[in-house]
């Protein structure tokens, strides 16, 4: 098997690379050829792969003029195309990562230090006495990423009798099973936060809502608060979001028939300030309220390789993603158990 040239992408430093290289420190990245940057505030045709070596683009046209199609070039350049159509788009139909704080990792492991208590000033402090010293001992968060991988592989045959091109395909869908496996993972992660019971905000006697949420969803926001946290994000699985936006306490005792989302990311009625992310993911009983920077979102390089199997007479990518979610402290967050039935 003959294994092509592979290209990675680093969330560090927004660059596509020759070759695959996931472990190397991307802070220091002079020693590595960058084939593009990737702007992801713009759009296709608008500047969102910006080639950096212009003189490699011009060769590989010629080598295509050529009929040379074996050319690295050419590998490097439908590779770099390839791996931004999964960095671009694995994040469409999925979003619990709005609930992270997302930092790049320039190597697969990083200590990230945090204080788990908050520092507490010493009030009214008498003239010429002095104050206690104030312990500045940090704790660590540790990532050590772990890698996701898919691998989309079609034969010569089915390349040439379907009547689409089965690799472009499953790229496509490539985008979608990482996107899934991350979700998933940050999911889980979330959804460590310290539970506190609280009832079902579905449940209704003759129309009329038997319990309000706000009550509930306020008294986190307290706890939260006193530990000296800023909670702006509750998170939900679409049937409590459903029960939630349906509460009568919520929407008044009548019924009307109102537009609202069905998920994603906004505002969350009746809270100014708050952010709702509703996915289905999430468990259908509960809802987590938390401080986004207390939940941390580490991102390693994306890597695609493609490789030629002439044994088999198939075509392939191999696309590797390191990353890693993690709850910095248990004060930032609480989730509320019991809610939807």
Not at 322 to 341: C, E, F, H, I, N
Request: aromatic share 8%; proline share 6%; hydrophobic share 40%.
């Amino acid at each position: 098997m003959s294994t092509v040239r592979g290209v990675t992408y680093s969330p560090y430093t927004k660059k596509f690379y020759v070759g695959s290289i996931p472990t190397v420190d991307f802070a220091n990245d002079s020693t590595y050829e960058p084939i593009a940057k990737l702007n992801p505030e713009r759009k296709l045709g608008d500047g969102r792969i910006e080639f950096i070596a212009h003189e490699m683009v011009r060769a590989a046209e010629r080598h295509q003029r050529d009929a040379v199609i074996d050319s690295n070039e050419i590998s490097n350049i439908t590779a770099t195309d390839m791996l931004q159509e999964v960095v671009g788009t694995q994040w469409r139909d999925y979003f619990a990562i709005n609930a992270m704080t997302r930092i790049a990792v320039p190597k697969l492991q990083l200590d990230v230090p945090y204080r788990n208590a908050k520092m507490a000033a010493r009030q009214k402090v008498p003239e010429l006495n002095v104050p206690d010293e104030t312990n500045t001992e940090f704790s660590k968060v540790t990532f050590g990423l772990w890698k996701n991988v898919v691998d989309v592989y079609a034969s010569d045959e089915a390349r040439i009798r379907g009547t689409i091109e089965p690799l472009a395909y499953d790229i496509a869908q490539a985008a979608g099973a990482l996107g899934s496996a991350a979700n998933t993972q940050i999911i889980t992660e979330i959804e460590t936060a310290t539970t506190v019971a609280k009832g079902d905000w579905g449940a209704a006697t003759s129309g009329i809502s038997d319990r309000n949420p706000m009550p509930d969803i306020m008294d986190v926001v307290a706890t939260i608060n006193d530990l000296h946290y800023r909670p702006t994000i509750i998170t939900m699985n679409t049937r409590v979001w459903a029960d939630y936006i349906s509460n009568t306490w919520v929407n008044g005792s009548a019924v009307r028939a109102v537009d609202r989302y069905t998920f994603g990311t906004f505002p969350l009625p009746g809270f100014p300030g708050i952010t709702v992310i509703v996915d289905s993911g999430f468990t259908n009983t509960v809802a987590t309220m938390l401080d986004p920077a207390t939940f941390l979102l580490g991102e390693g390089p994306t890597v695609a390789e493609q490789y030629r199997d002439p044994h088999r007479g198939a075509d392939g990518y191999v696309i590797r993603q390191w990353l890693q979610p993690k709850k910095v402290t248990a004060d930032g967050s609480r989730k509320m158990t019991g809610v939807s039935a």
